[in-house]
């Protein structure tokens, strides 16, 4: 035993060596720095969220860089982010305790300075919001960025309306048997319920309920329920069944309506056992009319599990154009950890040995020359492909611990 410490006893001073070198080439950090970020707001910037670390990060994809982070309070998830161009405003609904994980409970809305991301007000709302392991649509900023409204759930169904413009709590609508938050104009938003219908809320012009109406019985929950990780066009919201059949839902009539559901898979593909998978599995890219879907092969039962490829549909023709491999963020995830870089040997061997989880949450931007981003729960690295091609670019690899939802400002 003493003979193999002897032994490592120059191997483990030579790296100590090293590591001391290495220490002394790092530049002394300024602290006390208050940074800020560019008056607009880019293209391909997206927001990351970490339920381990209770925040949401926002990078510039084209330089991986880290640009800032907001806080996300106490919860199972934090929040998506919502952004008022309009405003220069980021909104964030927490839960806070007095006792840090215990004690009397507050629910708010934090108001952050768009530019430095800096906390510049907040607004108290009843300690009731929903709070679960997705957090997709459990808040929604509506048209005209003056009503943010928060979907509540202890067990009963409501929603608490804040009026940003005062900053104030408007009031609190029951909405039982519905959930979610769907912007759908200025003053309407839609909600799914759970006896197959979808209902739409509009408010007046104070934030109070004007009126409400519901779709006709349009899906079957028991036997093949929606996911509540929809995705929002001009006019319709796109959300998809358990068993791939794509809804379009249009809140903007005085009653809302569903449009003729299809099929995301062929009958030789659904023999396959493709299925849509994840926590957040759609996006839009609605100037090119395309949707992108994570799907993999499973049983019934397995809506929520990683998918190893997104699919690419145009909407208008209802057929898939595309398909997309997803990249292994495993390597990735471990590059910051370990101390080795992108493209080396180490990078190569890794992404080839380590299995690939796949990717359960999809983004993209909105721009003419889109970037579609992966995410996965077991990571904090982010995936960045070139949305036209497929063509995985880069990775944000310090985007957090435990991967969460993607927004696109």
């Excluded at 409970?105 to 929903?130: F, H, Q, W």
Aim: glycine share 12%; charged share 20%.
């Amino acid at each position: 035993m003493l003979g193999r410490v002897n032994r490592l006893c120059p191997l483990l001073l030579a790296a100590l060596l090293v590591a001391g070198a290495a220490l002394g080439q790092v530049a002394a950090e300024r602290v006390g720095q208050v940074a800020k970020l560019p008056g607009e707001m880019g293209a391909h910037w997206v927001w990351a969220s970490d339920a381990l670390l209770s925040r949401s990060a926002l990078f510039d994809a084209d330089s991986g860089q880290m640009l800032g982070a907001v806080d996300g309070g106490q919860g199972v998830t934090p929040l998506r982010p919502l952004v008022s161009r309009a405003r220069g405003e980021v909104y964030v609904v927490e839960t806070v305790y007095s006792r840090g994980r215990r004690g009397e409970r507050t629910d708010l809305v934090t108001i952050y300075d768009a530019v430095r991301l800096s906390p510049v007000g907040e607004v108290v709302i009843p300690p009731k919001r929903a709070d679960n392991g997705n957090g997709a649509w459990l808040a929604g900023l509506l048209d005209g960025d003056r009503f943010l409204v928060v979907f509540n759930q202890n067990p009963g169904m409501s929603v608490s309306v804040v009026d940003l413009e005062s900053r104030s709590f408007v009031g609190e609508i029951v909405t039982g048997g519905c959930g979610l938050v769907l912007p759908a104009g200025k003053l309407r938003f839609g909600m799914l319920c759970g006896d197959g219908t979808a209902l739409a809320v509009t408010l007046d012009e104070a934030g109070h309920e004007a009126g409400r109406a519901r779709t006709e019985r349009f899906f079957d929950a028991t036997v093949d329920p929606l996911t509540e990780k929809g995705v929002r066009g001009s006019r319709l919201w796109w959300f998809a069944s358990f068993e791939g059949y794509l809804f379009g839902l249009d809140f903007t009539g005085e009653k809302p309506s569903a449009q003729p559901k299809w099929s995301l898979f062929t009958d030789a593909e659904r023999a396959e056992r493709w299925r849509i998978g994840g926590i957040e599995h759609l996006a839009l890219h609605e100037s090119d009319d395309l949707l992108y879907s994570i799907v993999h092969q499973g049983g019934p039962g397995s809506h929520k599990d990683a998918g190893s490829e997104i699919w690419v549909y145009d909407l208008e023709k209802h057929a898939r154009v595309r398909k997309i491999a997803v990249a292994n963020l495993a390597a990735a995830s471990l590059r910051p950890r370990l101390g080795f870089r992108a493209g080396g040997a180490v990078d190569w061997v890794l992404t080839r040995v380590l299995p690939n989880p796949g990717a359960d949450t999809v983004a993209v931007t909105r721009d003419a020359a889109p970037l579609l981003f992966t995410g996965q729960r077991e990571s904090g690295a982010v995936g960045v492909y070139d949305a036209r091609t497929g063509e995985h670019l880069r990775d944000l690899e310090e985007a957090g611990i435990v991967g969460g939802l993607l927004v696109v400002p």
